[in-house]
């Protein structure tokens, strides 16, 4: 049915963001555990704790709408977690891994700050300003962590580009890094 409502859109992002992040909180586990950086591994483990907060707050805006949470499959998000799964695939462990892992995250950070900005400026024009706070609350989240990978990524791809820079093939034995770094098995 084409006719659909403002409101109804608004409630149909919701449902496709509440899937997202659900998504989400399956996702971050692993690109945690495939971090080389324990900077990184901590920044993903962090954000999950955030994502599981998200979804919380997703709920919650459902209840200020009096309806229940429904869950919309979000595709886009399915797609960039499944580039984050390549990049795991692809690369070996160490900072060349790290340098496309935050490239992967970042694009999953683009794509919800540009959901939550749009669901909090509906919820606002709907005049739903406690929901548009709680979004508002997590669109500050979602740059807050954006920041961050930029800032590891300013620690990190210099050292991934310093291999190739350097002709050696990326080995993360060959070269000791002023980054701390997990375990590798």
């Known amino acids: ?12 992002l919701l449902a496709d963001t509440l899937d997202a992040e659900n998504q989400l909180t399956k ?6 555990k495939a971090s080389y950086a324990e900077e990184l591994r901590s920044a993903f483990e962090e954000h999950l704790a955030q994502t599981k ?3 919380t707050r997703l709920e919650q805006v459902f209840e200020i709408h009096n309806t229940k949470p429904k869950r919309t499959k979000c595709k886009a998000m399915e797609g960039l977690i499944e580039e984050g799964a390549e990049v795991i695939d692809e690369f070996e462990t160490g900072d060349l ?10 694009k999953v950070e683009h794509y919800e700050i540009s959901g939550y900005g749009t669901l909090r400026t509906f919820a606002s024009m709907l ?15 979602e740059k807050a962590a954006d920041q961050k990978l930029n800032q590891l990524s300013e620690s990190i791809n210099p050292e991934a580009a310093s ?3 350097a002709g050696a093939e990326h080995d993360p034995g060959k070269k000791a890094s002023t980054r701390s770094r997990q375990k590798v098995a």
């Open 27 to 32: 996702a971050l586990p692993k690109l945690a």
């Open 53 to 55: 907060e998200h979804v």
């Open 127 to 141: 005049g739903e300003t406690q929901a548009a706070s709680i979004l508002e609350k997590t669109l500050g989240e």
């Open 163 to 165: 291999a190739d820079m």
């Open 97 to 106: 891994r790290d340098a496309a892992l935050i490239s992967a995250a970042q």
């Open 1 to 12: 049915m084409k006719n659909h409502t403002f409101r109804d859109f608004y409630e149909k």
